[in-house]
């Protein structure tokens, strides 16, 4: 982006917007299994500024996962050759 924005990891951490922002980025419904790499994606290419702090995760809980990986591979692939195609 223009304001040198970045992302370390559009997978993990909290995300807050501004009203404004979110208008901006015109997300109608997100992705269910993609809305963080949605909204990483719609800020950079809008050139919203991205503040990133540091967050501490845990160790996972052993147990099966409810979404997956390819379900959740297939889903992050089309959203982002979409948003490649958009202006």
């Known amino acids: 982006g223009k304001r040198n924005n970045r992302s370390s ?3 993990q951490g909290y995300r807050a ?3 404004a922002a ?3 980025m015109k997300i109608k419904i997100p992705n269910p299994l993609a809305p963080d790499y ?3 994606i719609r800020a950079l ?4 500024k991205i503040t990133e702090f540091p967050t501490h995760e845990g ?3 052993p147990g099966s996962t409810s979404i997956p990986s390819l379900k959740a591979g297939t889903e992050h692939l089309k959203l982002l050759l979409r948003e490649l195609l958009l202006p």
């Open 59 to 61: 160790n996972r809980i």
């Open 45 to 48: 290419k809008h050139n919203i």
């Open 9 to 11: 990891d559009i997978t």
């Open 17 to 19: 917007l501004t009203r």
């Open 38 to 40: 949605e909204q990483v």
């Open 22 to 24: 979110f208008k901006k």
